[in-house]
Antibody, heavy 122, light 109 residues
């Protein structure tokens, strides 16, 4: 059974940093691209970042570029999102998700974690 | 940046009725579109990818169509568990710049 479990969320002050983790199980983690998607309170889904299976390619939404960094450790089956210079508008539930296809990503996501809540407030 | 516009914002229907949801892209995206179902307190669920392919385990009452700029998700004979928010998502060109539409809420009439 595919499982994705996020952790690392919490309350942080504006300008602060936080690192989210997503531990994967039930599939060959090292074969799939992974992504982070967020949902601010009362808003829709917003794509944040994506990383290829071998970490060679990473892409970020303009809204987080230069502040957030996606990475992964395939030996630990873990995906990360390092979030720096956090702003109030980064407050959201952050989901990690798995690509539908091995090796060559399709950039559609078929398994999602339950989400981690990040709140940015003074 | 490709913008996805979903309509209507809210659809009020009764169980057993059919739902037709629209997603329009600001520029042509071929058939590179997915649909997700999202319920409160749960993660999104992939329904359709590449405009018309049902994801694993998705019932046949969910179908997708369209290409270019206009796409449709049809849910035939709504069941109680189908009342949720539905999002379309495009995967962009190169480099990938994924975007979601604003969502359509399908609510019980």
């Amino acid at each position: 059974e595919v499982q994705l479990l996020e952790s690392g969320g919490g309350l942080v002050q504006p300008g602060g940093s936080l690192r989210l983790s997503c531990v994967a199980s039930g599939f060959t983690f090292s074969s799939y691209a992974m992504t982070w998607v967020r949902q601010a309170p009362g808003k829709g889904l917003e794509w944040v970042s994506v990383i290829s299976a071998n970490s060679v390619l990473t892409y970020h939404a303009d809204s987080v570029k230069g502040r957030f960094t996606i990475s992964r450790d395939n030996s630990k089956n873990t995906l990360y999102l390092q979030m720096n210079s956090l702003r109030a508008e980064d407050t959201a539930i952050y989901y990690c998700a798995k690509d539908v296809q091995q090796q060559v990503p399709m950039y559609y996501f078929d398994y999602w974690g339950q989400g981690a809540l990040v709140a940015v407030s003074s | 940046e490709i913008v996805l516009t979903q309509s209507p914002a809210t659809l009020s229907l009764s169980p057993g009725e059919s739902a037709t949801l629209s997603c329009r892209a600001s520029q042509r995206i071929g058939g590179y579109l997915a649909w997700y179902q999202h319920k409160p307190g749960q993660p999104p669920r992939l329904l359709i990818y590449d405009a018309s392919n049902r994801a694993t385990g998705i019932p046949a009452r969910f179908s997708g169509s369209g290409s270019g700029t206009d796409f449709t998700l049809t849910i035939s004979s709504l069941e109680p568990g189908d009342f949720a928010v539905y999002y379309c998502q495009q995967r962009g060109d190169w480099p990938p710049t994924l975007t979601f539409g604003g969502g359509t809420k399908v609510e019980i009439k």
